[in-house]
């Protein structure tokens, strides 16, 4: 009787034959642990009441019609693809009993929201699917973000969901990154979990003023960064430095500095802890604090002693970052470069 | 069982294990193991704590960043197979099979047969997950908190063939064989949690192992296991399938990537996936109707159920059930309970639990019980009788 789920079969290879699987819309039951993706918010029309957000939900509406029936609007996130544009428009076709669609391109609308592309989804039953013998409609906007995907959902009585229409729509225009979240770390483009394309806050502000030390190499700027440098060694290694600024203490300096600590395996600190650690360096009338980071022993692919050294600033409302990262020789070798940089710049 | 039955160089020994003391020693470390495991939930999580402190002999203690380990308490394994051992070799030795103390004994066989049970629970007993959308139908379970990496040979147009390596295998790294696959799969990294980023984000970051499919553009870091019992790691790991010709690439594959990556060996095409650990059923089930019934006028959940249908050809089943709360669906050894619910009420979440050990626990209850009953009549009644005299 024991025989057939012992645990020796924890750790046996099996083998076995499963007819052919249609694609399935997977919904991972719980949070992944490594961190989630952009936090959004929307503006809710007119006469929509705002429900509790429960369990999945990270928000919810209900509409009441004249004759008393509701529509039920739903905002849920789910990691990664979730199982796929189609999977899910399928999914919901499945609860209006249509017919799956096997055709991606017919599964939603691309409309244009916050800059990215959201699929518009508007389904109606053939037949009455409630008992009240009413058809059924549901209005989708399907959000595929780095790291996750958005469903904004309205579903309910044909009628009450169709005059909900111009609604519903306005309220998808209106979903855009949420402004206190999305930049709580300095680079959290590389905190996003997922292969999927750079997030949406992209690098505003005047250009820098600088004297480029010998041998640092300019780099195109990405989404985050006021500048990015490259400083090659003989040997092939190189350091990359990058400037980079956002509004508030994006998170502080302790979460920043603890950040970069989990980059290089090294534990978290406390407030006291950074205060001793930390150096300062006064420059061009600016107050930077001043860290130096490197792992215990060689990490990565391929292994190597990693090394981050960087300077923190907070002024004018605005909290600057400016590290440089790479294998512990090459940064190493650029310490002091870094530091004249530093001296050179101009914080506008 | 009786003293005088057993020769005097067997029970000699059998003394030291019978030893009362022993039973206390027992007894205050179980205390202990409790009071310590429930304090270490706090860092480990409740699974971890489950299979370093209960589910194991020893519980092992090691300094931060230190790679030796010492043992610091017994394990509950240990300490319930010392107390079984303890109480049997009491019977042996002290106790006298008579007609007085026929309730102590059933009451002990009881205690024997609960120790037994857990025992055995938790050596065999499996408890998986099954999510179900409406009208969907799944022949198989899902376990929460592991994952397998799945070589599925999609060549043929009716059937795929699976070849599912276990988390386990691949923690061992090393290099895989299976009769039914032309290939070896070399486990080149283990990473039990990660975050994958694109690499375009990270442009500096160290060129990848991978070489082919997705993973030459993402980067992988690794990160400590989540002892948050809502989080999931999302594992990864690189694995290098290695044809007669030689190598075919080495793959990145993570349960954090949904879509399966394809290659082909033999004029067969294979398809290669790392995702939560299936176990399939010789039966099926299809969610009809999952209901959420709340108090009137409020958003207090009162009741939930599933309709499913069960289909099993094997033995002509194919009927309907209803799966609610207290009342699960138990079938061919499995227990499928009502768990939970999710997307706007239109997927069930059934929890599934196999665990052929499952009766011990009723059975010792019920001759503790009847031990008890025996014990204190004989008792009452003895006193009675005395009364009366």
Known sequence: MFASCGPSDDSKITVYRIPKETAPAATPPLNTAAGAGPALEWSAPAGWETQPASGFRKGSFLVKGADGKTADISIISFPEQAGGLLGNVNRWRDQLKLAPITNEAEAGTPISVAGRDMFFVDLVSAQPVTPDGAKSRILGGIFPLPGETWFFKMMGPDQLVEAQRDAFKQFLGSVRPAESVAPATADNAGNTNAPTPPPIAPAAGAALQYTLPNGWQEKPLSTMRRASFNAPDPNGNSADISVVSLPGTAGGELANVNRWRDQVKLGPIDEQALARSAEHLQANGHDYLMVDLVSAGPIGDPPEKQRIVAAILNENDHAWFIKMTGPDAAVDAQRSAFTDFLRSLKIP | ?389
């Not at chain 2, 989540?226 to 999302?234: A, F, P, Q, S, Y």
């Open chain 2, 1 to 389: 069982m009786a003293t005088a039955t057993l020769p005097n160089e067997f029970l000699k020994p059998l003394r030291v294990f019978a030893s009362l003391r022993l039973t206390v020693v027992c007894l205050g470390c179980g205390m202990l193991l409790i009071f310590l495991g429930t304090l270490a939930q706090v860092h480990l999580g409740i699974h971890a704590v489950q299979a370093r402190y209960f589910q194991s002999l020893l519980v092992f203690w090691s300094p931060r960043g230190a790679d030796w380990k010492i043992p610091i308490l017994p394990g509950g394994y240990l300490l319930g197979t010392v107390l079984l051992v303890n109480l049997i070799a009491a019977h042996a030795t002290r106790f006298e099979v008579s007609r007085k103390k026929i309730g102590i004994f059933l009451l002990h066989l009881g205690v024997i047969l609960l120790l037994l049970g857990q025992l055995l629970t938790g050596l065999y007993a499996r408890e998986t997950q099954m999510r179900l959308d409406n009208g969907q139908t799944l022949g198989y379970s899902e376990a929460p908190r592991e994952v397998e990496l799945a070589v599925i040979d999609v060549t043929d147009p009716s059937f795929d063939q699976v070849v599912s390596v276990p988390e386990e295998v691949l923690a061992r790294g090393g290099t895989i064989q299976n009769p039914t696959l032309p290939f070896t799969i070399g486990i080149r990294r283990f990473l039990p949690n990660a975050r994958l980023t694109m690499r375009a984000q990270e442009p500096n970051a160290p060129v990848s192992l991978a070489t082919t499919g997705f993973g030459p553009n993402v980067v992988v870091t690794e990160l400590p296991r989540t002892v948050k019992d809502d989080e999931r790691d999302l594992t990864s790991a690189f694995i290098e399938i290695n044809g007669v010709q030689g190598s075919l690439g080495t793959w990145l594959v993570s349960n954090a990537i949904a879509d399966r990556q394809s290659f082909s060996v033999n004029d067969h095409s294979y398809e290669l996936i790392m995702r939560q650990r299936r176990f399939y059923k010789q039966f099926a089930l299809t969610l009809i109707h999952f209901e959420h019934d709340r108090y009137a006028g409020t958003d207090i959940p009162k009741n939930f159920s599933s309709r499913v249908r069960l289909l099993d050809s094997e033995r002509g089943e194919n009927r309907e059930v209803l799966i609610s709360m207290n009342d699960p669906l138990r079938y061919r050894g499995y227990t499928f309970y009502q768990a939970g619910f999710d997307n706007n009420d239109t997927t069930t979440i059934l929890q599934v639990v196999k665990n052929p050990a499952m009766l011990l626990p009723y059975i010792a209850c019920g001759l503790v019980g009847l031990g008890l009953l025996v014990q204190f009549s004989m008792h009452l009644f003895g006193f009675v009788r005395k009364r009366n005299r």
